[in-house]
């Protein structure tokens, strides 16, 4: 079962990560600007606003498997048409049926997970699911060195594989649902499927600990995702004078540290507990690597050190820690709840920065244009920060 949800996540990735690498392509062939570029990935989070937290209900309610394979399909569906479309509107909508599918997906396996593995070294195998995930984000940022003949041919053919990978997941997916059908009829699982009656209201009966985690998530991942997946490629070509393949590398190195220091973390977890202490400290690295980029002092893999660290520690520790706060019938509430908001969070940011590249005016030719995309992020990330410290503080008075 490991194996199927780890190549969803690989797969599903992949997919997400695979406009960065082409944003220059798009913007010399097809003419798109910043904030059409932008859009491609704001749309993949807009439908999730309402639809993952429907999602997450309708896991609890009609269980996880059904939810997983269709969900699945949807997202290939969209991957498909992305790739074929040559027109703005039809990316859009590309992009759009993968945004329904993608979240909606990542919910229903993060409850399968628990399900499978709770109080079975539980943060780890979640760690594990992530780490593949950050694979697929790796490999999509070094496809122009291993698919350079792909992207010789143009913006089409590197979208073209991205739909491949696309496919594997919908065949992890079937996988999947095959043996949890088998193993849940055999009693193997750490926590039966509940039962079907969720209440919406439910949801207003989370704790505070539950929201500062759900603030930490929209936050983090406001920043790390819009700013590495989207502009950061080029940003490096733009204001540091890398070509493409470099660029891509640079950013390529976030995902492969976490790649493996994602599982440490999660073991760490495990181990010893202090969810609070470990995102405080996770949470903190993420507005100290913008101010160690924006500085022309300091190296550039300093910066993405910092963010590999952060970007493998905040999710290791934050996804975890979601059943202590919920319970067992309501998590495919709180993860869609909590997913919800993240995609609101990642919608507004991917046009916001955008918008102030626009603005801005950043090119290669204004390189001080990407500077308030830069003070964005870093504000956004000290939120972040905020909210970790909020969760540290009040699991210090439950202990006292």
Not at 171 to 195: C, F, K, M, Q, S
Not at 225 to 243: C, D, K, V
Not at 342 to 358: E, H, P, T
């Amino acid at each position: 079962m490991f194996t199927a949800a780890a190549l969803l996540m690989l797969g599903n990735n992949y997919v997400y990560d695979s406009i960065g690498p082409v944003a220059d392509l798009l913007a010399r062939q097809l003419g798109f600007n910043h904030t059409q570029v932008g859009t491609l990935n704001a749309v993949y989070s807009l439908p999730n606003i309402l639809l993952v937290l429907v999602g997450g209900v309708l896991t609890d309610r009609l269980g996880v498997r059904i939810v997983v394979f269709w969900t699945t399909f949807i997202c290939m569906v969209g991957a498909v048409l992305t790739a074929l479309g040559s027109y703005f509107p039809v990316m859009v909508l590309g992009r759009l049926l993968f945004g329904i599918g993608a979240e909606t997906m990542i919910v229903a396996l993060l409850v399968a997970l628990v399900q499978w593995f709770d109080g079975r070294y539980l943060a780890l195998f979640l760690a594990l699911n992530i780490s593949v995930g950050r694979l697929g984000s790796y490999l999509a940022d070094r496809s122009p060195d291993f698919a350079a003949a792909l992207y010789a041919r143009g913006w089409q053919p590197p979208l073209l594989l991205a739909a491949g990978f696309a496919a594997l997941s919908l065949a992890a997916a079937a996988v999947y649902v095959v043996v949890d059908r088998r193993e849940a009829a055999r009693g193997t699982l750490a926590i039966a499927p509940p039962g079907k009656r969720v209440a919406w209201r439910n949801m207003l009966r989370f704790g505070a600990g539950y929201w500062f985690i759900t603030g930490i998530c929209v936050t983090f991942y406001s920043v790390i995702l819009p700013f590495r997946s989207t502009f950061a490629i080029e940003y490096f070509q733009h204001a540091h004078g890398m070509p493409l393949a470099a660029a891509s590398n640079l950013n390529s190195n976030v995902f492969l540290a976490a790649a493996f220091a994602t599982p440490l973390f999660g073991l760490l977890v495990d181990r010893i507990g202090h969810h609070a202490e470990l995102l405080l400290l996770g949470a903190l690295l993420l507005p100290l690597s913008f101010v160690c980029l924006a500085s022309d002092d300091l190296p550039l893999w300093i910066s993405t050190a910092m963010l590999g660290v952060s970007f493998s520690m905040v999710p290791a520790v934050l996804w975890p820690a979601v059943p202590r706060v919920a319970a067992a019938a309501l998590l495919g509430t709180a993860y869609g709840l909590m997913t919800m908001l993240q995609n609101l969070g990642l919608a507004l940011a991917n046009l916001i920065a955008g918008y102030l590249n626009d603005r801005g005016g950043a090119s290669a030719a204004h390189a001080q244009g990407y500077t308030p995309m830069l003070w964005f992020f870093g504000l956004l990330s000290l939120a972040g920060f905020v909210f970790a410290l909020l969760l540290w503080r009040q699991e210090r008075h439950a202990a006292h």
